[in-house]
């Protein structure tokens, strides 16, 4: 059984860029969720993809988007990258449904975005 | 808005004592409660859960309790041991989003030898 894994491990992106971030879920798990977790904060929900489409999202402007694949692996997609948005991204993948009993959420290391 | 608490940054503990990490939250809707464990350089890994049906799960060395009325939670690891050593994540999903997980800023834990 595979875990969950994310490339690339870092990046440094300039202001105003665009980034790709990648994740392949658990395996046998087709839901995915992507967390930012600022310096000093807790991990923040972005959104959730489920079956390919978005499934909820948090308080994030639209310029993060992301998409699933029909093998359940996912991006998420900054456009016009600002200084704040360095963090590091987490990818967490799950069985569809309620967060509680067997579908707990097990991350991947995370990718580290620097903004310069 | 913090909705979930974790008022500690850090706590350092001998091997072998008990860690008492400490959560609060302010929305009535979770329903639910998580414990994740982090190591520098890795993701979250999953510790512990409680519903909110109960007010105590244990699994091995680690105990969390529920205090619903105070909107309270606690994790208990004993003993402690070194390799405990890191951050803890408090964490929360509510009714009618249950979808995601409303974290804490974490504790960092130190288990001294």
């Known amino acids: 059984e595979t875990g969950v894994t994310q490339s690339p491990t870092h990046l440094i992106k300039t202001r105003g860029q665009q980034v790709t971030l990648r994740c392949s879920s658990q395996?046998?798990?087709?839901?995915v969720s992507w967390y930012q977790q600022a310096l000093g904060q807790g991990p923040q929900f972005i959104f959730q993809y489920y079956r390919e489409e978005e499934n909820g999202r948090g308080n994030f402007p639209p310029r993060f988007s992301g998409l699933q694949f029909p093998n359940y692996s996912s991006e998420l997609n900054v456009n016009a990258l600002e200084l704040d948005d360095s963090a590091l991204y987490l990818c967490a993948s799950s069985l569809p449904g309620r967060l509680r009993g067997n579908t707990e959420a097990f991350f991947g290391q995370g990718t580290r975005l620097t903004v310069v | 808005d913090q909705q979930v608490k974790q008022n500690s940054p850090s706590l350092s503990v001998q091997e072998g004592r008990i860690s008492i990490l400490n959560c609060d939250y302010t929305?009535?809707?979770?329903?639910?409660f998580l414990w994740y464990k982090k190591y520098p350089a890795e993701g979250p890994t999953f510790l512990i859960s409680?519903?909110?049906?109960?007010d105590k799960n244990e699994d091995g060395r680690f105990t969390v309790f529920l205090n619903k009325s105070a909107k309270h939670l606690s994790l208990h690891i004993v003993p402690s041991q070194p390799g405990d050593s890191a951050v803890y994540f408090c964490a929360a999903s509510a009714r009618g989003s249950n979808y995601k997980l409303t974290f804490g800023k974490g504790t960092l834990l130190t288990v001294n030898p």
């Open positions: 409680i519903s909110s049906i109960k």
């Open positions: 395996s046998g798990h087709n839901t």
């Open positions: 929305n009535s809707m979770f329903d639910y």
